[in-house]
């Protein structure tokens, strides 16, 4: 059984830790945000940074107030009053409370290793009430990619994935250019088809009729996840009942420019080879792992060319889409240098689910040709929109319970989480400290399996979050769906579909 979590209790806040002048200015949370705070749904997002060399802890103190700290969410407590509702409170940042530094053996024989088990331990953890929901911790240890590892962490109800990432960006500078935020390439916007009027009128209500019936499809699809629609029980699946079960993280880098040239073959986008190589490479995890529970005396080689896949395997990613747009990484830096309060923030969270094909191709640019479908499909519904509708109706119908129940259903009924973030497209770095690699993941939600890709210079960055029971491998995954896109690449040379880049684009 479920163990149950302790209720919060009110928190009384003294004059002594609020800022100004002793009046505690309070705002209630939002309605989403008090959601992450439920026991089915306590997520925290972390962010593992890679850097050059080593960082001088009191230099991160430093300058935190005058960056990171400017932001109204990071400086405030989440308190419980006693009608029950919670509300953002001002108060002083104590740093020695957030820094962490622990003591580390110089001479350690796996440096990644402790890395990998320090995260283990710290999701086991949860970050206490009576302090602004966030912490760093410094790991000063000698990696092949740098000399330290920093692993921010925020509790969700502090704002979504993109927004925290974006905000931690917002902190830092171009190396070449101290002066400069990074940049982050932008989403480039189809051009409308047809100039006449007529032509123009059939096209918009085509799509606009198509934009209907994918909605009320994916709808309908949402609310029988949530009454009885279950993903088929495969391996990755798991039994978390209680998602407090702590995740085994780790990550691996691949060529941006080999994802750009496959994009380019299909005349696609980055996230439609990000998905393809996905599904490219669990598939060939979830083969392995049937042909092995199956049948452990077959050879290895006859074993490879065998499919071991049951048929008809329904495997859906939940995707949280949050519906405010992000905050961009020159307002946020605007807003922490002039302190202002403009920039929009915040959790209204949407669902939407993404069904993954799980099969062995024959040729594998199809697995990308057939998640650009499925993503071409879902851009043309407003299923976001409407689940994160039907989420709020019930919620200020039946209460917070109600909502959390749904919630836990949706994530309980489905077999992973799945996100893509652009990143920098130059080096940056925080106090001229160069930054090496950029790693954001989440744990908490009741699914065995996290996938998140974050690109950064010309690299991507695939991080996997994994329950060890479902995922005792999550190391063997990575080299699936990095073998995957070796192969999804080949094939697009060998039809001809594109050439090498001489440069990034």
Known sequence: MRKKNNALKPIVISKD????DGKVEEEPLSPSARLFHEPEFN????????????IDPQLVKANLPHTLLKHPRISSLQVLDEKGMMRWVPTKVDMDKHIIVPEVDPDMASPEGFIEDYIFNLTKTKIDMSKPLWDIHMLNVKTSEGDTVVLFRAHHSLGDGTSLVSLLLACTRKISDPTSVPTIPSTKKRTSVGSG?????LIGFGLGL???????????????????LKDTETPLRGSLEDASTPRRIVHRAVSLEDMKLVKNGINGTINDVALGMTQAGLSRYLNKRYGDRNDRNKSAIKKKNENNLPPNIRLRSTILFNLRPSPKIQDLANMMEKESETVNWGNQIGYVLLPFKIALKDDPIDYVLEAKATIDRKKNSFEALYTFSISELILKVFGIKAASAISHRILAHTTMCFSNLAGPMEEIGFCGHPMTYLAPTSYGQPHALMINFQSYMNQMRIVVSVEEKAVPDPHRLLDEIQESLQLIKNSVLAKGLAKPLSSFE
């Open 17 to 20: 830790i609020v800022n100004g």
């Open 43 to 54: 997520v925290y997002v972390i962010a593992i940074l890679g850097w050059k060399t080593r």
């Open 197 to 201: 009027g007529l032509w123009k009128f």
């Open 210 to 228: 198509r934009m209907l019936c994918n909605t009320v499809i994916d709808v309908l699809l949402f609310l029988a996840t949530v009454l009885f």
